[in-house]
């Protein structure tokens, strides 16, 4: 099964210059709960941009870049065949951006853990194909920054 993470602005706003337009911590630790020791996918951009390397999960980065090799994890190259690869197996594949990567992807996930910042910030990179009328909204919690939820696509 393919789902995906993300925070997201009440403009459908995800990134600013390579890094996260926020620092919330609290919604980090979200992050951190639903995938350690799963499988998370990532493009390059959003790898490379990490300001810590993330431990205990099984990363695969998404490249076109055939020399690109960085230590400690499964490099893909065509992340169609990835997601086709994988959409109905047992095991979760969460996609954690970012954008070109969401975008990509978004048609393939069952599943996402999305958390609405509440505060609108200066952005350059958006997820425009995120609608919430595709999914179904199975938790929700309330926190003082975002609204952290869990949803379903709809049938
Ligand atoms: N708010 C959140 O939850 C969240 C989460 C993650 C990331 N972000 C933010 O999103 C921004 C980065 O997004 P981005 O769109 O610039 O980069 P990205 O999606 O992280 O990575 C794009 C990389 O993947 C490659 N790629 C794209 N499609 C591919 C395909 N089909 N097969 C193989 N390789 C492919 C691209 O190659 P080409 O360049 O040649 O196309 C590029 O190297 C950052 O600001 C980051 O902080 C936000």
């Given at each position: ?24 911590k ?16 990532m ?86 194909s ?26």
């Amino acid at each position: 099964m393919i789902s995906f993470s993300v925070a997201i602005d009440p403009n459908k706003g995800i990134g600013y210059k390579g890094a996260l337009p926020w620092h919330l911590k609290d919604e980090l630790q979200i992050f951190k709960r639903n995938t350690l020791y799963k499988n998370i996918v990532m493009g390059q951009t959003t790898y490379d941009g990490l300001p810590n390397k993330l431990k205990d999960r099984y990363i695969t980065v998404i490249s076109i870049d055939h020399s690109y090799r960085p230590l400690d994890v499964k490099v893909e190259y065509d992340l169609i065949e990835f997601l086709k690869k994988h959409e109905d197996d047992e095991t979760e594949y969460i996609i954690c951006g970012g954008a070109s990567i969401y975008r990509q992807s978004y048609s393939y996930c069952k599943k996402a853990y999305v958390s609405f910042v509440k505060k609108e910030y200066e952005v350059d990179t958006r997820f425009d194909s995120f609608d919430i009328n595709d999914w179904e909204i199975t938790l929700e919690e309330d926190h003082p920054d975002f609204i952290y939820r869990e949803l379903s696509r709809k049938k």
